[in-house]
């Protein structure tokens, strides 16, 4: 559930758009899990994430007071490094 820190963003590479996608396991997965750090800070609960065009950037939501739902949740913007179909957050 979103409103859980036991929330987070995992995701799956292909070679090709139409796939087929083989998704990434431990411990290259969950790509975003409360507790990780990255350029925007300590995340807790994080969630629903988008990519820029160029893949440079991830876009998502996570707490705002970064430990509980209590005051929302807002939008983060997050560097992002590929390679090896391996993703990690910078």
């Not at 087929?20 to 997965?29: E, G, I, L, N």
């Not at 913007?77 to 910078?90: F, H, K, P, T």
């Amino acid at each position: 559930m979103y409103d859980t820190t036991k929330y987070d963003v995992s995701y799956a590479t292909a070679s090709a758009i139409a796939g087929s996608y083989t998704k990434a396991h431990a411990p290259d997965a969950p790509l975003l899990v409360t507790g990780a750090s990255s350029n925007v800070g300590e995340l807790s609960g994080p969630g629903g994430a988008d990519f820029n065009g160029d893949g440079s950037n991830i876009v998502f939501h996570a707490f705002e007071n970064g430990k509980d739902i209590w005051n929302g949740r807002a939008m983060y913007v997050a560097d992002i490094g590929a390679g090896n179909n391996i993703l990690s957050v910078l």
